[in-house]
């Protein structure tokens, strides 16, 4: 059973830096693509960023919103997933779900339980 637990979350000011973790149990994690989401309120889950396995490597992607103030990174070793956040804004408060994604003949995608990230002015 995959389990995933993020942690790292809380209150922070604008322009300041969180770092969110995620560890994985439950299978091995090295071949599958591990990142973040996040969700306000009455909207919809969005995609903030992913570190992608193929068999050339890792490539991470990441939304619009937050190129160049988010790095997400992994640990193999660890069977984690991390998220630096830096010059956080107002918008960027939501919950913060870890995600991992197995490719395979059926697809099977794992999230977390969520990690409440609010940035205040």
């Known amino acids: 059973q995959v389990q995933l637990v993020e942690s790292g979350g809380g209150l922070v000011q604008t322009g300041g830096s969180l770092r969110l973790s995620c560890a994985a149990s439950?299978?091995?994690?090295?071949?599958?693509?591990m990142g973040w989401y996040r969700q306000a309120p009455g909207k919809e889950r969005e995609f903030v960023a992913m570190t992608r396995w193929s068999c050339r490597g890792y490539n991470s992607d990441y939304a619009d919103s937050v190129k160049d103030r988010f790095t997400i990174s992994r640990d193999n070793a660890r069977n984690a997933v991390y998220q630096e956040m830096n010059s956080l804004e107002r918008e960027d408060t939501d919950i913060y779900y870890c995600k991992v994604d197995v490719a395979g003949p059926v697809p099977v995608g794992y999230w977390g339980q969520g990690a409440q990230v609010t940035v205040s002015t």
């Open positions: 439950g299978r091995t994690f090295t071949n599958v693509d």
